[in-house]
C-alpha cells in the first residue's frame, strides 16, 4: 500500500493530503514577516536576535543533539528548559520533530526519507511539511520510533500543546510593547519576535535537510548524500557539518576539524564546565586521506554533489 513504512512509492508520489494545520500556520508566518518592515523597531530587532539564539539553540541543542541523539545527559530542568526554547521555534512538538529526524537517519536518501532533496530541492527545503504525512507519528498511534520520549509526560504535554507556546510568547511580547509605548510598538515585537524570527529559524532548519544533502565536503563516506556546508553551520549553530553528523549520529560534536565551528558544541561544553552536561559523546577528528587534501576555495564554493535524482 502507497505510504507504508518499506513501500515502494517516494513521499512525494504518494496521495496527496495537504495538512492544513502547518500549511497555514508556516504561509501566515511568511506573511506576518513580510508586513515586519513597516513595524520596524530596535527593540523589535533585539527580540529577534535574542529569541533566534535562543529559539535555533532551542532546536539544534534541545530537540536535535538532546533529545534526538541522546548525545549527552543533563539536568531534568535543563532538558525542558531547552525543549521549551525549541517548542517556541514553531516547528512541532519535542515528540513530531524527533520522529521525523529519527526517520530521516533511518532512511536517509533513500524512499521513506521524509525529506530528500531526491525527490526535489523544494520538497525537502518546505514542500514535505505541507502534505499530511501517511506513516503514523501520531500520539494515539504510538510515536513509533519515539518511545523513550513517550514516557516523559512533560514532553508529551509540550506535544499536545506545542501550539499554545508560541502563542503565549506573541500574547506576552504584544502585551508588554503595547503596555510601554502602544499599538505600533506591540506589534513591531510581534511580528519581529515572532514572525519574522520564526521564518528565519524555520528556513536556518530547513537547509539543513536541504543544501547540505546537496553542496559540500564530505569528511566521512556515507551511504546517503549529507555533505558539510559552512555557511549553513554558519547560520545554523554548527549543524551544517552534516556529513559529519550523519557518520556519527551520537556525537555532541558535528564540527570535528579545529575549524569546523559548532557553537551548539561549545556551549554544551560550557554546561558541562558548570557541572550540567555529562555522558558527552564526541567523534574522532577525520583522518586526512593522503592526496584528497581539499582545496580552501572548494570548501568554500562547494560543486553540487550527487545528481538528483527525481522520483
Ligand atoms: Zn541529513
Ligand atoms: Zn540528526
Not at 80 to 91: I, P, Q
Amino acid at each position: 500500500m502507497a505510504g507504508e513504512i518499506g513501500g515502494v512509492v517516494a513521499p512525494k508520489a504518494r496521495e496527496w493530503k495537504i495538512a492544513w494545520g502547518p500549511a497555514v500556520w508556516i504561509t501566515v508566518m511568511h506573511l506576518g514577516a513580510v508586513a515586519a518592515p513597516f513595524f520596524f523597531s530596535w527593540s523589535g530587532l533585539i527580540a529577534f536576535l535574542v529569541l533566534y539564539v535562543l529559539t535555533g539553540l532551542g532546536i539544534t541543542l534541545g530537540y536535535h543533539r538532546l533529545l534526538t541523539h541522546r548525545s549527552f545527559h543533563t539536568a531534568k530542568w535543563a532538558e525542558y528548559f531547552w525543549a521549551v526554547c525549541g517548542v517556541l521555534a514553531n516547528e512541532s512538538g519535542p515528540l513530531q520533530w524527533a520522529a521525523n529526524h529519527r526517520r530521516h537517519h533511518t532512511h536517509s536518501d533513500e524512499l521513506d526519507d521524509p525529506h530528500s532533496p531526491r525527490h526535489g530541492f523544494w520538497w525537502s527545503h518546505f514542500g514535505w511539511l505541507y502534505r499530511e504525512d501517511p506513516i503514523s507519528l501520531r500520539p494515539d498511534q504510538g510515536f513509533y520510533n519515539v518511545k523513550d520520549l513517550v514516557r516523559d509526560p512533560v514532553l508529551v504535554f509540550m506535544q499536545r500543546y506545542h501550539w499554545a507556546f508560541p502563542l503565549l510568547l506573541a500574547a506576552t511580547l504584544f502585551g508588554v510593547g503595547f503596555a510601554v509605548d502602544g499599538l505600533t510598538f506591540g506589534l513591531s515585537l510581534v511580528l519581529w519576535g515572532v514572525f519574522v524570527r520564526t521564518v528565519w529559524v524555520y528556513h536556518v532548519t530547513w537547509l539543513v535537510n536541504s543544501a547540505t544533502h546537496v553542496w559540500g565536503y564530505k569528511n566521512f563516506k556515507t551511504t546517503d548524500d549529507s555533505k558539510n556546508l559552512w555557511w549553513v553551520a554558519a547560520l545554523s549553530f554548527g549543524e551544517g557539518w552534516h556529513n559529519n553528523h550523519h557518520a556519527h549520529q551520537r556525537s555532541a560534536r558535528h564540527g570535528l576539524r579545529w575549524w569546523e565551528f559548532d557553537p551548539t558544541y561549545y556551549l554544551i561544553r560550557l554546561m558541562a564546565w558548570v557541572g550540567l552536561a555529562r555522558d558527552i559523546h564526541v567523534a574522532p577528528a577525520p583522518k586526512a586521506k593522503p592526496g584528497s587534501r581539499k582545496s580552501v576555495w572548494r570548501i568554500l564554493w562547494p560543486k553540487k554533489g550527487r545528481r538528483m535524482v527525481r522520483r
